[in-house]
């Protein structure tokens, strides 16, 4: 059956990122919506599937193993499995970026940066 699902009702933080479980929904796949402030971004984390990620405006940097990419709105960035990867909004105004997981459930490590430093 179809369903409209108010983004709103995906927040459970103070922040402005939204995450869509597809299990709750009878989807396969899932995501987070992110708005993020100048500066701001994810923790060094890993799945155990690729995540794709839309980036709808902002300029951000993803840390992606050992390598850093920038990115801008239009852009498309592909990670792989399995490896430790983070992003932060290095533009002047707010980032708007989809982060599309290939699970029906977000699965998510966080990964110590100072072991990998």
Do not use: C
């Not at 995450?19 to 929904?25: K, N, T």
């Not at 989807?27 to 709808?56: C, M």
């Not at 405006?57 to 990867?85: C, M, N, Y």
């Amino acid at each position: 059956m179809p369903a409209i699902i108010a983004s709103d009702t995906l927040r459970s933080t103070p922040s402005r990122t939204a995450r869509f479980d597809g299990v709750a929904h009878g989807s396969p796949v899932s995501f987070f919506l992110v708005e993020n402030e100048p500066g701001q971004g994810s923790a060094l984390h890993v799945h155990p599937y690729i995540e794709t990620w839309i980036v709808r405006s902002g300029e951000v940097e993803f840390t992606v193993g050992q390598e850093k990419l920038r990115a801008r709105g239009g852009d498309i960035v592909v990670g792989p499995a399995g490896v430790p990867h983070k992003f932060v909004n290095v533009g002047t105004g707010r980032l708007e970026l989809v982060g599309i997981h290939a699970s029906d459930r977000i699965l998510q490590d966080l990964v110590d940066e100072s072991a990998s430093a």
